[in-house]
């Protein structure tokens, strides 16, 4: 059967250039404890959580990078919703302030399959791939 209604339209969340500067110096510093200072002040800044999230799996520490995660994908879906968002529809890869939140939830179902929660990793791993599926392919191949 044909779905005969149209899709939402594409999510574009709003770049937030002073948090996107701290976060690349701290990135550029390559330092934990500067991103940690860039997730405090900018707590809705869910970059800032992706790179915390991704740092704890880089040095093995699985349950605070499912934390990191799910702080990152619970404060993007606000930003979502903020945006427009109803609940469903595309969030674009190719727009570079959706990435945070694309990172956040694939980390978040890689760190939820690590822990043994393999029904929550294939619901984000769906998700992201309902989100866009460049995003999975792309995050997949990091």
């Keep these: 059967m044909q779905n005969l209604l149209p899709e939402p339209p594409a999510t574009l969340l709003p ?39 991704a740092e704890a799996f880089a040095q093995g ?13 619970h404060r993007g879906l606000d930003q979502l919703r903020r945006s427009g968002w109803k609940g ?25 399959d690590e822990i043994g929660e393999a029904d929550e990793a294939a619901r984000c791993a769906q998700f992201l791939r309902d989100c866009d599926p460049a995003a999975a392919d792309a995050l997949a191949s990091n």
């Design 88 to 112: 469903h529809g595309p969030v674009p890869w190719s727009h570079e302030p959706n990435r945070g939140f694309l990172r956040c939830l694939y980390l978040l179902s890689r760190a939820a």
């Design 15 to 53: 770049a937030v250039e002073e948090a996107d500067a701290a976060l690349g110096a701290a990135d550029q510093a390559g330092s934990a404890e500067a991103v940690a200072e860039v997730a405090a002040r900018f707590p809705s800044h869910s970059a800032a959580w992706a790179a915390l999230a």
């Design 61 to 73: 520490q699985v349950v605070p990078a499912y934390a990191f995660a799910r702080t990152g994908y």
